[in-house]
């Protein structure tokens, strides 16, 4: 199947920095990716919506000045976590795919805010 | 998207069969009925997916009721490797862009 990557795989970084987590279809093109954040033992739970060339969209609840998304070609997406804070510290997924068929997820990136 | 419903945890012993069910009581007629699973502190991987007749692929099976109300993912041959949480998504034809709403799943344990 196609291939999307993460990096980096885990950052850890002190509070009030920023970090950018990038996201990669490695094998085919992909106009919209999606952000997922997840708690420990928690399911995964859906930030927003990347879509290449335009703004993302978010979901209710993310701040999407503090989660900033850059979709600037058909292969790459980013994630910036702007003065991340301990409560920030989560991990990270990335996924995309037709809208029909299977989505792609990438391995995930740990963050950890100290 | 419809919601389903999974049972929190199963457990299996490595090498026996394993049938995962889900509920979807209220799957409209363009749902199609995916499975996902995540291994530990790794992204979820792709299973299997349905709309109304069963399938087969080298991972899995997806038995999918008649009044597609219920489906159940099975895993013919269980290994240490297949312990993972298994999700049941659906997904609507021609709706959102493909983005994934991700219920509690199932936590499978494989036992040696």
């Known amino acids: 199947g196609a291939v999307v990557s993460q990096h980096p795989s885990r950052v850890i970084c002190k509070s009030g920095t920023s970090v950018k987590i990038e996201c990669r279809s490695l094998d085919f093109q992909a106009t919209t990716m999606f952000w997922y954040r997840q708690f420990p033992k928690q399911s995964l739970m859906l930030m927003a919506t990347s879509n290449e060339g335009s703004k993302a969209t978010y979901e209710q609840g993310v701040e999407k000045d503090k989660f900033l998304i850059n979709h600037a070609s058909l292969t790459l997406s980013t994630l910036t976590v702007t003065s991340a804070h301990p409560e920030d510290s989560s991990f990270y997924i990335c996924?995309?795919?037709?809208?029909?068929?299977?989505?792609?997820f990438g391995p995930g990136t740990r963050l950890t805010v100290t | 998207d419809a919601k389903t419903t999974q049972p929190n945890s199963m457990e299996s012993n490595e090498e026996e069969p394993v049938h995962l069910p889900c509920n979807h009581s209220t799957i409209s007629g363009t749902d199609y009925i995916h499975w996902y699973r995540q291994l530990p502190s790794q992204g979820p991987e792709y299973v299997i997916h349905?709309?109304?007749s069963n399938v087969n692929n080298r991972m899995a099976s997806l038995a999918i009721a008649e009044d597609r109300k219920s489906s159940t993912l099975i895993l013919h041959r269980a290994t240490l490797r297949d312990a993972a949480v298994y999700y049941c998504?659906?997904?609507?034809?021609?709706?959102?862009?493909?983005?994934?709403?991700f219920g509690k799943g199932t936590k499978l344990s494989v036992k040696p």
């Open positions: 998504i659906l997904r609507s034809y021609g709706g959102s862009q493909g983005n994934l709403i």
């Open positions: 349905g709309l109304t």
């Open positions: 996924s995309a795919g037709s809208s029909l068929r299977e989505q792609y």
